[in-house]
């Protein structure tokens, strides 16, 4: 039954990557409107950070008695430090194992990236545990992230709908196939980076469509265009 799963999967990245490559990536930022959230969505966001910090440091931490790429992301409970520097247990209670498993993934990736330039002979530093986690990466659209309307989307561990302001950067853009969201942490507010995917050709086709057109200044009017 894993083979068959695995064969699968194996296939749909194969299709993935051959798909990518008659296409071009266009990344759109766009801002969580925080004075529309719920007290308990504004919960849900300190908290997955929160606990993705202690996720990714404990990763970290497991390469002292196993290797990291064994870390078994299945667990239900994360060690980490309290205030006064001892361990303590608990209970993953907003992170869903699919973002565990995507920072499991991004420091072993790191990882291969650090070995590989060590081989060239480049000075290289190892992986330093963090005091606070800047982003979180939702890379199943339609699983991880759903996007329901405009200005609405659906992210896993999050209860109910986030408003969010510069979606009319891309959707209802029949051109653009929604990929991944990265999910920001920053001192003003919540951002998403929204990746997409258009074909060569439309974006080909979209640059000799494009006109030029005089714009005039008026008195009468504010803005007259050759058109």
Not at 168 to 178: A, L
Request: net charge positive.
């Amino acid at each position: 039954m894993n083979i068959e799963k695995n064969r699968k999967i194996a296939q749909s990245k194969k299709a993935t990557r051959e798909k990518r490559e008659s296409q071009v990536c266009r990344v759109f930022q766009c801002k969580i409107q925080r004075n529309k959230l719920t007290a308990r969505q504004k919960e849900e966001l300190k908290m997955l950070f929160v606990e993705g910090k202690r996720c990714y440091n404990a990763i970290l931490n497991s390469g002292e008695s196993s290797s990291i790429f064994d870390y078994d992301t299945k667990s239900k409970t994360v060690v980490h430090k309290d205030k006064d520097g001892n361990d303590i247990e608990c209970e993953y209670a907003y992170l869903p194992q699919s973002l565990r498993q995507t920072i499991h993934a991004q420091i072993k990736n790191s990882i291969r990236v650090l070995a590989a330039r060590k081989k060239k002979g480049l000075k290289v530093g190892s992986l330093k545990y963090i005091s606070e986690l800047r982003s979180l990466d939702f890379k199943q659209f339609g699983v991880t992230h759903k996007i329901p309307r405009m200005n609405r989307i659906k992210l896993q561990g999050i209860k109910g709908l986030l408003k969010v302001n510069g979606m009319d950067q891309f959707y209802g853009n029949p051109d653009y196939e929604i990929a991944n969201v990265k999910l920001l942490n920053r001192p003003d507010g919540h951002y998403m980076a929204v990746t997409c995917w258009i074909d060569k050709d439309k974006v080909e086709s979209k640059r000799k469509n494009n006109k030029v057109i005089g714009v005039d200044f008026g008195i009468e009017t504010d803005f007259t265009t050759s058109e």
